[in-house]
């Protein structure tokens, strides 16, 4: 069963792969909706709305770091809303 991660504020590292990216357009410029599965088997729902361009492209795999802005529901799934995504650093 999904659940959410984390707690609200609290910074998160995570890794996820990205299953969907919509492009929102305004007089603002392009701002993105990341729709991401965790790896584990339950595949728990991470979103990030933003303008990361360091945000890794849809089909990657990546751990990242952020900050959890909210939990909510959609469609009866639970997800988690994150903010300020930094890609983890790792020791090869």
């Known amino acids: 069963m999904r659940s959410h991660l984390g707690s609200v504020g609290e910074k998160l590292t995570v ?3 990205v299953k969907h990216v919509v492009a929102l357009d305004s007089i603002y410029g392009t701002s993105y909706i990341f729709i991401c599965n965790d790896t584990t088997p339950e595949a728990n ?3 990030y709305k ?5 945000f ?19 469609d009866g799934v639970k997800q988690t809303c994150i903010q300020r995504p930094k890609l983890a650093k790792h020791n090869d």
Do not use: W
């Not at 933003?50 to 360091?54: A, E, I, Q, Y």
């Not at 770091?65 to 959609?74: C, D, F, L, Y």
């Open 45 to 47: 729902v991470i979103i």
């Open 15 to 17: 890794t996820l792969t």
């Open 50 to 54: 933003g303008t990361s361009r360091t």
């Open 56 to 74: 890794p492209d849809k089909g990657e795999t990546a751990t990242i770091i952020a900050t959890v802005k909210e939990h909510g529901v959609r």
